[in-house]
């Protein structure tokens, strides 16, 4: 059963709009929350993180919104740009699985193209 | 300031044999955590090393066992390989301590085939 969800395979936006990828979560433990950015034959870069205890984190053109009554999370891109073409990960975590941060719990990704 | 770095980028080996993956951490990282990525799904938590120990370990076989050594770098062992085997071998390197310190940042990866 997938706790980490990313209903959406595939997302296409046009240059300078708003991209917005969206992420459900069933476990309420999960304490820390991020997003990546993978591109073909490379490792994930990480983009964004919030914890549980915050409902907004913004860097630059990336903000991540958490709504924890219902398990979902979302990152916005404004503007969009060609460059920000790749596959993004949402990624999750919690402490009740040893006192330090526990391991990463993804979703499958969604492919975004950002067309010019 | 070098990130997390992986070797060998690829590798092809036959089933039945054995791998061992390696990966350096980020400067200033001390714990190593190991994924796999299948084909068109996110990465799969395999373990985490912190002190030179296994701390943490994913729903995988005995097959997959690690190590880490006193400069935190860290190996992926993997005995009798199967076809399923086959995919992207991701480690990843943070800082353990305050929640927000704890990022996980990523090599790029050792895309094994298995034949």
């Known amino acids: 059963d997938q706790q980490v969800k990313q209903n959406s395979p595939s997302l296409s936006v046009q240059e300078g709009r708003i991209s917005i990828l969206n992420c459900d979560y069933t476990?309420?433990?999960?304490?820390?929350f991020l997003w990546y950015k993978k591109y073909p034959a490379e490792g994930p870069t990480f983009l964004i993180s919030?914890?549980?205890?915050?409902d907004k984190n913004e860097d630059g053109r990336f903000t991540v919104f958490l709504n924890k009554s219902a398990k979902h999370l979302s990152l916005h891109i404004v503007p969009s740009q060609p460059g920000d073409s790749a596959v993004y990960f949402c990624a999750a975590s919690g402490r009740e699985y040893g006192g330090s941060q526990g391991n990463l719990i993804f979703g499958k990704g969604t492919k975004l193209s950002v067309k010019p | 300031d070098a990130g997390v770095t992986q070797s060998p980028t690829h590798l092809i080996k036959t089933r039945g044999q054995q791998v061992t993956l390696r990966c350096s951490p980020k400067?200033?990282?001390?714990?190593v955590s190991w994924y796999q990525q299948a084909l068109g799904q996110g990465p799969q938590f395999i373990f985490q090393?912190?002190?030179?120990?296994?701390?943490q370990r994913g729903n995988f076989p005995d097959r997959f066992s690690g190590h880490q050594f006193p400069n935190y770098s860290s190996e992926l062992n993997v005995n009798a390989l199967l076809l399923g085997d086959s995919a992207l071998y991701l480690c990843?390197?943070?800082?353990?301590?305050?929640?927000?310190?704890?990022?996980?940042?990523f090599g790029p990866g050792t895309r094994l085939l298995v034949l």
């Open positions: 090393y912190y002190e030179e120990e296994e701390r």
């Open positions: 400067s200033g990282h001390d714990t």
């Open positions: 476990n309420s433990m999960f304490d820390y």
């Open positions: 919030i914890s549980s205890i915050k």
């Open positions: 990843a390197s943070s800082m353990t301590g305050l929640a927000d310190q704890e990022t996980q940042y």
